[in-house]
């Protein structure tokens, strides 16, 4: 989700890296590359509970009425609902997640690669520049030497 925060911020024109929710969204719904079942309601709940809530923790999130948790399942749907202990909770089946995220990032890959558009490239130019100003370079170098295999010296 992280990743998604700042893939997000870098394909929107006027992204704010502290806007976690909207860089997530831009993010998912790039493109319709995400599957439709990533509704509005559900990137709020992975922004609420799993962004800022579960994955900074080892337990179950829990409002007053709800109890959002994790898990690894065959199934199909992102968020299921299961039983533990009698209580009722809304788990996140993180090999989907995992499965969306790794097509979107495939899809991302093809469209930078191929696109005639300038403006995504622009848009994530300027996102690294806001970011990384004072280490960003986008002037080319060269170099005599390129790689140096493990433990061997360079020569000097």
Same mark, same amino acid.
């Given at each position: 989700?992280?990743?998604?925060?700042?893939?997000?911020?870098?394909?929107?024109?006027?992204?704010?890296?502290?806007?976690?929710?909207?860089?997530?969204?831009?993010?998912?719904?790039?493109?319709?590359?995400?599957?439709?079942?990533?509704?509005?309601?559900?990137?709020?709940?992975?922004?609420?509970?799993?962004?800022?809530?579960?994955?900074?923790?080892?337990?179950?999130?829990?409002?007053?009425?709800?109890?959002?948790?994790?898990?690894?399942?065959?199934?199909?749907?992102?968020?299921?609902?299961?039983?533990?202990?009698?209580?009722?909770?809304?788990?996140?089946?993180?090999? $989907?997640?995992?499965?969306?995220?790794?097509?979107?990032?495939?899809? !991302? =890959?093809? %469209?930078? &690669?191929? @696109? +005639?558009? /300038? $403006?995504?490239?622009?848009?994530?130019?300027?996102?690294?520049?806001? !970011? =990384?100003? %004072?280490? &960003?370079? @986008? +002037?080319? /170098?060269?170099?005599?030497?390129?790689?140096?295999?493990?433990?061997?010296?360079?020569?000097?």
């Amino acid at each position: 989700l992280s990743t998604l925060d700042f893939l997000g911020y870098l394909l929107n024109s006027k992204g704010n890296p502290d806007d976690t929710e909207g860089n997530i969204s831009t993010a998912i719904q790039h493109n319709n590359y995400f599957p439709p079942s990533y509704t509005p309601d559900v990137i709020k709940n992975l922004v609420i509970f799993y962004r800022h809530g579960i994955m900074h923790s080892f337990y179950p999130r829990q409002t007053t009425t709800k109890i959002y948790g994790i898990h690894k399942s065959d199934n199909k749907l992102l968020l299921e609902s299961l039983v533990s202990e009698g209580h009722s909770i809304i788990s996140l089946n993180v090999n $989907v997640l995992s499965a969306d995220f790794k097509l979107f990032i495939d899809k !991302i =890959y093809q %469209e930078i &690669l191929s @696109t +005639s558009d /300038t $403006v995504i490239l622009e848009n994530i130019l300027k996102g690294f520049k806001v !970011i =990384y100003s %004072e280490t &960003l370079t @986008t +002037s080319p /170098t060269t170099t005599t030497q390129t790689t140096i295999p493990y433990g061997v010296n360079a020569k000097k």
